[in-house]
């Protein structure tokens, strides 16, 4: 139980475009998922809490009109990375938060790679 | 001073060896504790949640001591296939709706 899925997982494109990233919850309902980025040899950062039905709550220094997050669904999450550029190109990872585990333990997909040229 | 902070790497140990992660946090109203693993351009996945009376899952022990704000995990018996990185998570209070903050990681490397 308790998996997460992510699509697509790799991504290349020009820059300028806009991609869009799923995330999914398989075998439970997630009223919160998390979107993470890293950067190689760093740690992961968190971008935003994503709560369904309800509007995206952003870390300071992430800006919401450039990553645009829909959370419509118990199992389903939306990251767009608008405009994207060179420097947009890194690892995004989501997570949703498991709660029947007792413990609120997240429980993570398995990334995209974006590569903006 | 970072939220959450673990021992530089990185380790090099010879397999069979016992290895031991550190890790400290800032924030004395933390309710929840981790220990996730990474590989490499993987995404992390949970290896530990860390209760406060400490547990054990096979060669892996956890502990717990919030007095000293201190998270422990020890590897027994490294293999080959432990070589990763061992991310400390700790989860705020419930009222901030389960925000995990990761330490920078520790990465572990098993030879032959």
């Known amino acids: 139980g308790a998996v997460v899925s992510q699509h697509p997982s790799w991504v290349i494109c020009k820059s300028g475009t806009s991609v869009k990233i799923e995330c999914r919850s398989l075998d439970f309902q997630a009223t919160t998922m998390f979107w993470y980025r890293q950067f190689p040899k760093q740690s992961l950062m968190l971008m935003a809490t994503?709560?369904?039905?309800?509007?995206?709550?952003?870390e300071q220094g992430v800006e919401k009109d450039k990553f645009l997050i829909n959370h419509a669904s118990l199992t389903l999450s939306t990251l767009t990375v608008t405009s994207a550029h060179p420097e947009d190109s890194s690892f995004y990872i989501c997570s949703a938060l498991h709660i029947p585990s007792g413990y609120n333990e997240q429980f993570f997909g398995p990334g995209t790679r974006l590569t903006v040229l | 001073r970072k939220e959450v902070e673990q021992d530089p790497g990185p380790f090099n140990v010879p397999e069979g060896a016992t290895v031991a992660f550190n890790c400290t946090y800032s924030?004395?109203?933390?309710?929840?504790f981790f220990w996730y693993r990474q590989d490499c351009r993987k995404e992390p996945k949970l290896l530990m949640s860390?209760?406060?009376s400490g547990n054990e899952d096979g060669r892996f022990t956890a502990q717990l001591n919030r007095a000293s704000q201190y998270i422990s995990l020890l590897i027994r018996d490294s293999k080959l296939s432990d070589s990763a990185t061992y991310l400390c998570v700790v989860s705020g209070r419930r009222n901030q709706g389960g925000k995990l903050i990761f330490g920078q990681g520790t990465e572990l490397s098993v030879k032959p």
């Open positions: 860390v209760y406060s």
């Open positions: 994503s709560n369904e039905g309800s509007k995206a709550t952003y």
């Open positions: 924030n004395s109203a933390s309710q929840s």
